[in-house]
């Protein structure tokens, strides 16, 4: 049983068509959250929700859009994709604010690469 | 910007032996500090964490420890075992759940 899971796991396509990686939880979690891993290994906040309500929302294109359906789930939809956007991307979750101490639960990541 | 810095890209130690990753922040607001596993093809995975409040933390083989006024952090790994070879990703809170991480120390313990 994943606790988080997304799809899909590889993803290859083309430079300026539009995909989008799909991410569910099954923790009952209420705050979700997008991370980029670039080539330089670091994990980068891109997005967060906390009951499917925007939180955080890094310097990022705006042909990156997330949208959260239900507190279980979190998309990312990327327009136009671009050589730059290759990278492995994780879904995370975590309840509330405040309990970090229990960390955040990954997902596996999805790697994308954009030819 | 990386607020969070683990300046050693990779560590060898030997099975039984300490391991002890080193990680560097600057940010002073943060409140809370983490410490990640990460295999191959997964998802970085919880391992223990720290308040800003305290020094140290210790949960069974894994310690970290906190030095505010020097913005420095570790983890203490005692015995390492050849199963602790991974990718440790440091991380801190500033707040509002914005999580920071360091680029990883990858950990090889050889039996």
Redesign the interface.
């Known amino acids: 049983d994943t606790a ?1 899971s997304q799809t899909p796991k590889y993803l290859v396509t083309q430079m300026g068509n539009d995909k989008s990686i799909k991410c569910e939880q099954n923790l009952g979690h209420d ?1 979700m ?1 997008w ?1 980029k891993q670039d080539s ?6 891109m997005f ?1 929700y ?1 009951n499917k309500e925007l ?2 929302n890094e310097t990022v294109p705006n042909r990156f859009s997330p949208k959260s359906p239900d507190k279980a789930h979190l998309n990312l939809h990327i327009n136009s994709l671009e050589l730059g956007d290759s990278a492995v991307y ?1 879904c ?1 979750s ?1 309840q509330g ?1 405040g309990e ?10 999805t790697r994308l690469t954009v030819v | 910007d ?1 607020q969070v810095k683990q300046n050693s890209p990779s560590l060898s130690v030997q099975e039984g032996r300490i391991s002890i990753l080193n990680c560097d922040y600057t940010n002073s607001m943060f409140d ?1 500090f ?1 410490w ?1 596993k990460k295999y191959p ?7 223990i ?1 720290i ?1 800003s409040i305290k020094d140290k933390n210790e949960d069974g083989r894994f310690t970290v420890f906190l030095n505010k006024s020097a913005k420095h952090l570790s983890l203490h790994i005692v015995p390492s075992q050849p199963g602790d070879s991974a ?1 440790y ?1 440091c ?1 801190a ?1 500033a707040g ?9 120390t990858r950990l090889t313990v050889k039996p």
């Open positions: 988080v705050t959250y991370y330089k290994k670091f994990l980068k906040i967060s906390n939180i955080i994780f995370a975590s604010f970090v101490n229990y960390g955040y639960t990954f997902g596996s990541g | 990386q809370y983490l990640y093809a997964e998802g970085p995975t919880f391992l964490s308040s990718v990703f991380a809170r509002n759940n914005d999580m920071r991480f360091g680029a990883g």
